[in-house]
């Protein structure tokens, strides 16, 4: 049973520049949130699909925008890119939908750094 | 607003010892879920336990242990006997019922030195 996948692992970018993050979730979940974890914190939560749909977002700029597809993967857009914007990004899965809270399982993430 | 607290940055413990990693919480949600997670040093979150918020009991599983305490807004994690393989960052994550988000803590490194 595969668990949650991202790619890429690393990924060098410029400031000013656009970057795509791409995960897939565990078998049989339909529940993908997205996380920012600078160096030495604590995971933030950027937002949550579901149902091809945005359904709870972070305080995060406009920036970042996401997207579902119909396979319950998901990406992870982000535009402008600042020097800020380097961290670990991580996605996370969790089924069923709804209003269930369940467990969220996290991939390994992928490490992003802005130059 | 919800709210983690884990107050010890960094421990260093001696193998064979047992350490106790603190996390307080903050929510105003009467139904609310708590996490434990480790995080090697490869950077993926493992997933250690849940603990809902109409349930206090304790749980012990291994080496490993949980008190969640209502009164005192909080919920420790105690590793018995460590072990190198036990040096990580572990965050304690609360999640409420009327939202979707996790609420991390800032984390707590644990170094056991053989």
Redesign the interface.
Known sequence: DAGVTQSPTHLIKTRGQQVTLRCSPKSGHDTV?W?QQAL??????IF?YYEEEE??R?NFPDRFSGHQFPNYSSELNVNALLLGDSA?Y?C?SSSPGG?L?E???????T?LLVL | AQK?TQAQTEISVVEKEDVTLDCVYETRDTTY?L?W?KQPP??????LI?RNSFDEQNEISGRYSWNFQKSTSSFNFTITASQVVDSAVY?C?L???T?????????TSLTVIP
């Open positions: 949130s996380y030495g914190q604590g995971p933030q939560f949550q359904r709870q972070g670990l991580l996370a209003l809270k467990t969220q399982y996290f991939g390994p993430g490490r | 983690v879920y996490f997670y490869s950077g993926e979150l493992v997933f849940r965050f994550a999640s409420v019922y939202g979707n988000q996790f609420y991390f803590g800032t984390g």
